[in-house]
């Protein structure tokens, strides 16, 4: 059974900065796209950033471009999300997803930036940024 865990969430101030990890176990890591999203009250989840098995491919959503940062390590099965700069804009439930490696080269970036082609999800961990 796949289980995704997130943790590292929490309270800061704007301008300041939070790690999110992400634990995978039941699942071949390194064959698995790593996705995040977040959820703010009252609206769709969006893409925040994802990062290829091999992590030779990494994609963000535009606004988080030069904030974040995406990484992983496999020989832990873990993925992270640095996050700097925050705003209260990035307050929101941020949720780590799985996604088999199905898509390579020009078509990466649309197919793993869209929530529907992930297979499995955390259950998420709360950012809240306080002005």
């Known amino acids: 059974q796949v289980s995704l865990v997130e943790s590292g969430g929490g309270l800061v101030q704007a301008g300041g900065s939070l790690r999110l990890s992400c634990a995978g176990s039941g699942l071949t890591f390194s064959s698995y796209v790593m996705g995040w999203f977040r959820q703010a009250p009252g609206k769709e989840r969006e893409f925040v950033a994802a990062?290829?098995?091999?992590?030779?491919?990494?994609i963000y959503a535009d606004s988080m471009k030069g904030r974040f940062t995406i990484s992983r390590e496999n020989a832990k099965n873990t993925v992270y999300l640095q996050m700097n700069s925050l705003t209260p804009e990035d307050t929101a439930v941020y949720y780590c997803?799985?996604?088999?490696?199905?898509?390579?080269?020009?078509?990466?970036?649309?197919?793993?930036?869209?929530?529907?082609?992930?297979?499995?999800w955390g259950q998420g961990t709360q950012v809240t940024v306080s002005s």
């Open positions: 990062i290829s098995g091999s992590a030779s491919k990494i």
């Open positions: 997803a799985a996604a088999f490696t199905r898509i390579q080269g020009y078509f990466f970036d649309r197919y793993y930036s869209t929530r529907d082609n992930y297979d499995y």
